[in-house]
């Protein structure tokens, strides 16, 4: 058994962390300290996003049939995407495909548009078909901690249109959790919000371990909590507390 700290700043770091209209990103200038480039270009992400991203092409985009094509955003070059997309699109599309500056996940490092390795790829919506390596990547991807951050029928909840190209961090195995189920990351959160105590937790099991998932809503600006599992991880959720993984 550990006993663990919580902090109310930490609410706001982490792999988990919900970033949207109504949860805006906190902790942007720590976020830069950890980025690295994506598969050799000159874009930068999370330094655990993109190895795995690293791994995952390695093994299916022999023949660079996929392209980095945008990750981190700073504040700035968020606002400067937003106000362009306003002047060449209009409103309605940049409302549907383009969020907000703080409101970006790209502003996270957690977040990666890739698009199909061709001439004049669009930047903000690169085709990223369903079929040979692009679902192949898919595949993986579940399994490497990443989900398909917008997808059909959820733009209500999202505030974003079906997004094919984008890809979030998450960390497994909330990655396969979330696509097996159907939910958008929304979802995810409301639904482990159910399980507050790692007695009262959600049990996932993969073909090794049985995972011991809930969340611990911050009370004070600073709390203790005893964990029994020998291996967790705790991410903010980017609102009010932090959920707890503990592979068992």
Request: aromatic share 12%.
């Amino acid at each position: 058994m550990k006993t663990v700290l919580f902090r109310k700043e930490d609410i706001y770091r982490g792999n988990l962390i919900l970033i949207n209209r109504d949860n805006p990103i906190r902790v942007e200038e720590e976020i830069k300290r950890n980025l690295v480039p994506v598969a050799n270009s000159h874009h930068l992400l999370n330094r655990e996003a993109s190895d795995k991203i690293h791994q995952i092409l390695i093994k299916v985009d022999l023949n660079n049939e996929i392209r980095p094509v945008s990750c981190f955003r700073s504040k700035e070059e968020q606002e400067n995407l937003y106000n362009q997309s306003i002047r060449d699109n209009g409103m309605d599309f940049t409302r549907k495909y383009v969020a907000r500056p703080d409101t970006s996940e790209h502003q996270s490092g957690l977040a990666i548009d890739l698009g199909e390795n061709k001439p004049d790829i669009d930047f903000i919506c690169p085709s990223f078909p369903y079929h040979g390596v692009f679902n192949k990547f898919r595949r993986l991807a579940k399994l490497n901690g990443f989900i398909e951050r917008y997808k059909e029928d959820k733009e209500q909840i999202t505030g974003i249109s079906k997004e094919p190209w984008h890809f979030r961090y998450v960390g497994y195995p909330h990655s396969l959790i979330i696509e097996e189920a159907g939910l958008a990351l929304e979802e995810y959160h409301d639904f482990v919000r159910g399980f507050d105590s790692e007695e009262n937790s959600f049990l996932y099991r993969d073909t090794e371990y049985t995972w011991s998932i809930f969340y611990v809503g911050l009370l004070d600006d600073i709390m203790y909590l005893d964990i029994k599992a020998d291996y967790y991880s705790i991410s903010g959720n980017n609102r009010d507390g932090f959920i707890i993984t503990c592979r068992k």
